[in-house]
């Protein structure tokens, strides 16, 4: 049995750091008798409580509560009225990541390849290097080489592991107006947030994942990390301007 008018309870108000904000309010309540079909309980059910208008309702779920019913409804969005910027855009949003990674590569790719096989003796026969077990003499290079029946160090080796990353930047927009610009393009620079400079690299950015969220959207920015030279101009192009 409840007594008095019960009132509406906050049970989470979380915001990110973006600004993204979920509220979860819920209220006890009583059918007026039992039992009730679904289309009875559900026309006592009580409305959903007002909220500001940066905030859109996403769910409700009723419960049993020691005899009684609770029901929770969980909005999400931004504060205020959603129309004024209470999140952060593109350009001043404090949520950006690295994830830094090896990928193996063929070693046809490598920098230094041509140094390689001067040094060590490698003949490329196609798309194939045959290097020979054991050097003939030393070849003066910045790579070293060795001396003659030295074992080769890179007898058997066909691929070399690379320095590669993903860069994520994740910001709040009014629209989805930027997201597609400059996608499976080259970017040199200019990057949001703080990406990291490696030299003689540029980005490639992929697609954009997005999450509508009450009036905004939730995207991230996705940027990868090209090998030593960059990314082939021919096959990408700039994105510029």
Same mark, same amino acid.
């Given at each position: #049995? ?24 819920? +209220? #006890?309540?009583?059918?007026? !008798? ?35 019913? !609770? ?20 350009? /001043? ?10 990928? +193996? ?46 074992? /080769?160090? #890179? ?6 592991? !690379? ?33 990291? /400079? ?14 509508? !969220? ?28």
């Amino acid at each position: #049995m409840i007594y008095g008018e019960p009132g509406i309870h906050i049970d989470d108000d979380q915001t990110d750091r973006i600004g993204i904000r979920t509220l979860v309010l819920s +209220q #006890m309540w009583q059918p007026s !008798r039992w039992p009730l079909t679904m289309a009875e309980l559900l026309a006592e059910t009580p409305a959903a409580p007002e909220v500001p208008g940066g905030l859109w309702f996403i769910g409700r779920q009723t419960r049993r509560a020691t005899g009684t019913l !609770r029901t929770t409804w969980t909005f999400e969005g931004v504060d205020g009225d959603g129309k004024s910027v209470t999140f952060k855009t593109r350009g /001043n949003s404090p949520d950006y990541r690295f994830e830094p990674g090896f990928a +193996q590569v063929d070693i046809l790719v490598h920098p230094e390849i041509q140094s390689m096989l001067t040094a060590y003796e490698g003949t490329l026969i196609g798309d194939q290097i045959f290097w020979s077990p054991t050097l003939s003499g030393g070849v003066a290079t910045g790579l070293g080489g060795g001396q003659s029946g030295q074992l /080769n160090p #890179m007898f058997g080796v066909k691929d070399w592991f !690379r320095l590669e990353g993903t860069y994520i930047y994740r910001y709040v927009a009014t629209d989805l107006a930027g997201v597609k610009s400059g996608v499976g393009r080259i970017h040199k620079g200019g990057l949001p947030g703080e990406a990291p /400079n490696y030299t003689d690299r540029d980005w490639l950015k992929a697609p954009s994942p997005w999450r509508r !969220r009450g009036p905004v959207f939730d995207i991230q920015e996705i940027y990868w990390l090209s090998g030593p030279g960059g990314w082939p101009q021919p096959v990408y192009g700039s994105a510029q301007k």
